[in-house]
């Protein structure tokens, strides 16, 4: 299983920025609309306590016990209103989003950019109507898809006796929509219990939206936080989602640092320590900023965005597996050299299919290494496990 974090929203928002600063990948940043034209996919890291700390013996895969899960990432295609008839860039957005099974939605929180994402004062833009519209943009795109065949598949749901969370589900499979979603999304709405040739447009887009919210759980970047008025985070805070206050340029700022030796931080810290090298004067007045900032911010919020990503709107939880559950090493004496991330609810005979086909097919039995107590293929992971998988001989 495969899982990929895409990240949102209308141009200039700080999309590429948060982007690098994630993956520190090459990609490029610049104030004007459309700079990023394709998809930049990349990778970035879930930050997690390593297990190896309850050991004697260190990993060596994390550092003072912080260990980096990679997760994919894409950095969107900027989002402009009307995306889904098509305009700006729409369909590119629509189409590589439909890889993601998260949203990060980054805004810009200081009000600088319109609509568009063209430079306007700091506060003179409203961020709270961009989180309205990229929604509203992702349910009419699916809105667009379900609708244009709706009357000859309602006909035929109906003649042919078809299920229609099936039909509604093949027909948006290409966004990502599978029939759970659909069936959640007819409860949730109580569309379910009416006759669907009897819907009306309005009916179909509240479906939409359902869809939309279960389909693709999306949590709010406010970037740009370091210039923000305090009111428009305090309004973004209020809404009823997860916002996390971000300064991605920050982020990025000490990213590079650290790359190049200047400072020792790891992704997350709400501190960093300057290091002996030689800094410009430039170089000390702008890392002193940054203190500032994510001493008000708690930190530069990057991080937390990947991780309640991944923690809380996949609800994923990691595992290590292990050859052998005494040294929680695989055979070479590698300690933990592995961290899966699985969907919550996954149980051991699922690692052992994520490990290899083959091992899957051959489950014996798991060994908790914690506890040396054996488990079955159906016991339930939790986060955090470190387990060894015995499988029959070929
Ligand atoms: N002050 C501030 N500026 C930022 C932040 N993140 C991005 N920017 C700036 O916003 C502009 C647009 O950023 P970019 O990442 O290219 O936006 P994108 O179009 O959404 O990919 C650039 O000038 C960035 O330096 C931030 O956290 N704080
Ligand atoms: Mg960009």
Sequence with gaps: MSMTIGLAGKPNAGKSTFFKAATLADVEIANYPFTTINANHGVTYVRVECPCKEKEKRCGKCVDGVRLVPIDIIDVAGLVPDAY?????????????????????????????????????????????????????????????LERNWVKLARKIQAEGLKLEVVIAEQLAGAGIRESHVNAALTETGLARLDHIKWSEDDMIRLCDAMREISKPLLIAANKADIAPRGNLDRLKDLDRIVVPTSAAAEL?????????????????????????????????????????????GSTGVQECINRTVFELLDLIVVYPVEDEGKWSDKKGNILPDAYLMKRGSACRDLAYQIHTEIGDRFLYAVDARTRLRLGEKHELKNGDVIKIVSTAK
């Design 253 to 297: 700022a000490l990213k590079s640092a650290a790359k190049n030796g200047l400072i020792k931080y790891s992704p997350g810290d709400q501190k960093f320590e300057i290091l002996g090298g030689e800094l410009t004067k430039a170089q000390k007045k702008g890392l002193e900023a940054i203190q500032k900032v994510i001493e008000r911010l």
């Design 85 to 145: 008839k098509g305009r700006g860039l729409g369909n590119t957005f629509l189409d590589e989003l439909r890889q993601a099974q998260a949203i990060i939605h980054v805004v810009d929180a200081s009000g600088g950019t319109d609509a568009e994402g063209n430079p306007v004062d700091i506060g003179d833009h409203d961020p709270l109507e961009d989180v309205a519209f990229l929604n509203r943009e992702i349910t009419m795109w699916l809105y667009g898809i």
